[in-house]
């Protein structure tokens, strides 16, 4: 059961195929809108992105969060069932994250290891369920987020979990967002590529807009790629143990927290899931705070 942090948040839920069609069934769990409360609604969204095989629900406090801070915010469904990773585990070629990444955002045949096409791209995705809130929600403020029929990525701050932060990280690269916020991600490379190439791309994204935040403990997730991922990003340092702080974190753009559970996926969500994340005794999450920080939604 969630707390109190999501009940005192209007959050809708609406299936892609309810207003697009052509939604690859695969990927039609509902998305979860969570609307502005408690706060003057500040013109801003929070696009978040979910880990491998996860749906949107799994994640209604981060977007209750950014809600109660008064930004409009989107738990987004989208193709997440093949792991990036995994998929380029014996790779030579350092494109091959970077291939799967954009034709994932963009539906561009890009990469022979995944099927994405542009109607269930992330990209046209977020801009079909947009438009149908812009009609469905008319005085919600979703206009502010639409140029066209292109999404407004200058007022768009994109975070995730997982594969879902490898995702958000790579389209800073090539979208002027407000920001991006990846938690347990990105982690590109294998023991024949270092680095993924696209982690060295000159980003469209300012890198002072970009925060990392993981479990150093992360047995599924190696902590040390990561860590060097968001090097590799531009996130500045230094490394910095949110156990022992409080905000602003000594303004670092690579925090972390150590916790050590049974199984790898526990330590793994354990920074951002609904169903692991720690609940203090009203029911907020622990690391909302953090949250906030690495997403600007103070």
Same mark, same amino acid.
């Given at each position: 059961?969630?707390?109190?942090?999501?009940?005192?948040?209007?959050?809708?839920?609406?299936?892609?195929?309810?207003?697009?069609?052509?939604?690859?069934?695969?990927?039609?769990?509902?998305?979860?809108?969570?609307?502005?409360?408690?706060?003057?609604?500040?013109?801003?969204?929070?696009?978040?992105?979910?880990?491998?095989?996860?749906?949107?629900?799994?994640?209604?406090?981060?977007?209750?969060?950014?809600?109660?801070?008064?930004?409009?915010?989107?738990?987004?469904?989208?193709?997440?069932?093949?792991?990036?990773?995994?998929?380029?585990?014996?790779?030579?070629?350092?494109?091959?994250?970077?291939?799967?990444?954009?034709?994932? &955002?963009?539906?561009?045949? %890009?990469?022979? +290891?995944?099927?994405?096409?542009?109607?269930?791209?992330?990209? =046209?995705?977020? $801009? !079909?369920?947009?438009?149908?809130?812009?009609?469905?929600?008319?005085?919600?403020?979703?206009?502010?987020?639409?140029?066209?029929?292109?999404?407004?990525?200058?007022?768009?701050?994109?975070?995730?979990?997982?594969?879902?932060?490898?995702?958000?990280?790579?389209?800073?690269?090539?979208?002027?967002?407000?920001?991006?916020?990846?938690?347990?991600?990105?982690?590109?490379?294998?023991?024949?590529?270092?680095?993924?190439?696209?982690?060295?791309?000159?980003?469209?994204?300012?890198?002072?807009?970009?925060?990392?935040?993981?479990?150093?403990?992360?047995? &599924?997730?190696?902590?040390? %790629?990561?860590? +060097?991922?968001?090097?590799?990003?531009?996130?500045?340092?230094? =490394?910095?143990? $949110? !156990?022992?702080?409080?905000?602003?974190?000594?303004?670092?753009?690579?925090?972390?927290?150590?916790?050590?559970?049974?199984?790898?996926?526990?330590?793994?969500?354990?920074?951002?899931?609904?169903?692991?994340?720690?609940?203090?005794?009203?029911?907020?999450?622990?690391?909302?705070?953090?949250?906030?920080?690495?997403?600007?939604?103070?």
């Amino acid at each position: 059961m969630l707390g109190p942090v999501v009940i005192g948040v209007r959050m809708t839920y609406v299936r892609p195929s309810t207003y697009t069609k052509g939604i690859d069934p695969l990927y039609d769990a509902d998305n979860v809108i969570a609307h502005p409360t408690g706060a003057k609604p500040k013109g801003r969204l929070l696009l978040w992105l979910g880990g491998t095989s996860t749906i949107p629900k799994m994640y209604q406090y981060v977007v209750a969060v950014a809600a109660l801070h008064g930004f409009n915010a989107i738990a987004l469904e989208y193709p997440n069932l093949r792991e990036v990773n995994a998929l380029c585990r014996t790779s030579r070629d350092p494109d091959c994250w970077g291939d799967i990444r954009n034709e994932i &955002f963009t539906g561009r045949s %890009t990469s022979r +290891l995944v099927k994405v096409d542009a109607t269930n791209s992330i990209q =046209q995705r977020l $801009v !079909d369920l947009l438009q149908y809130l812009r009609l469905k929600d008319p005085s919600g403020g979703w206009n502010a987020f639409l140029a066209g029929d292109r999404a407004r990525w200058s007022s768009i701050t994109i975070g995730g979990h997982s594969q879902g932060a490898g995702d958000a990280a790579y389209i800073s690269k090539y979208r002027r967002l407000a920001g991006d916020c990846p938690i347990e991600s990105p982690a590109d490379g294998n023991p024949n590529v270092a680095t993924a190439a696209w982690l060295s791309v000159s980003p469209q994204t300012p890198p002072r807009l970009g925060y990392g935040f993981g479990n150093e403990l992360d047995s &599924f997730a190696n902590f040390g %790629t990561m860590v +060097l991922d968001w090097t590799t990003l531009g996130f500045a340092g230094p =490394q910095t143990d $949110v !156990d022992d702080v409080k905000p602003p974190y000594f303004r670092s753009h690579q925090l972390f927290t150590v916790k050590q559970f049974r199984g790898p996926l526990n330590s793994h969500d354990y920074p951002i899931m609904d169903y692991v994340t720690p609940l203090d005794a009203k029911g907020v999450p622990v690391f909302a705070p953090i949250w906030s920080y690495i997403c600007g939604l103070d």
